[in-house]
């Protein structure tokens, strides 16, 4: 097996933007190929990504989008776990491609649990009154269905992203999965904040 260098590290590194560690392991197993190397990082971030949910984001970055005509604006923070994937052009873009379907779809919270609570109890209120005539035994599955969907809309994590033709109709938690996949870090859609003019 021929002797891993640390510029093979730093270039598996700078393709997938996995660990030190994780790269020179996957070079060793693979002894030395450097496509099947980086196969074995996918691999294992797949399984990890979950796992990674709970490590703490303190590194990240604010990206910006103004919409043509200056009337909607939108800042929004996506943390992750190092400066080094912050700077990741795949991670940068994201956040990038966010602002943009944050200024389009108009989100009122990143999660199910930033829902303001007034504005989830008076959906649920209304779905309850729409479902009055319907027999009982069905009214509380009829509202539920109608708040799941009301979430869908309003929640960014829930949302499917605007640019369909680029992300083929998935949501915004699955395009947060699959970057926390593929750079092996806990990535988090921190927060946001949509500016309207006359809003």
């Not at 020179?24 to 197993?29: F, P, V």
């Not at 994201?94 to 389009?104: E, G, S, T, V, Y």
């Amino acid at each position: 097996m021929s002797a891993i260098t640390a510029q093979d590290v730093k270039a598996l590194r700078d393709r997938t933007g996995a660990g030190v560690l994780a790269c020179r392991e996957a070079l060793s197993e693979s002894d030395g190929d450097v496509e099947r190397a980086v196969e074995i990082l996918r691999t294992r971030g797949e399984a990890q990504a979950a796992k990674r949910a709970g490590a703490e984001a303190r590194e990240g970055a604010v990206q910006s989008y103004i919409h043509a005509g200056a009337k909607i604006g939108v800042l929004v923070e996506v943390d992750c776990q190092t400066d080094f994937v912050a700077r990741n052009e795949k991670f940068v873009e994201f956040a990038r491609d966010l602002a943009l379907h944050i200024a389009a779809a108009a989100p009122i919270a990143v999660s199910d649990e930033d829902v303001p609570p007034e504005e989830r109890e008076r959906e649920e209120r209304i779905a309850t009154e729409q479902a009055a005539d319907r027999p009982e035994n069905v009214r509380e599955r009829i509202v539920n269905g109608k708040l799941n969907k009301w979430l869908d809309e309003v929640v960014l994590l829930r949302q499917k992203h605007v640019n369909e033709d680029k992300h083929g109709g998935k949501t915004i938690e699955e395009l947060r999965a699959a970057l926390s996949a593929e750079t092996r870090e806990n990535i988090v859609v921190r927060r946001f904040a949509r500016f309207a003019v006359g809003g």
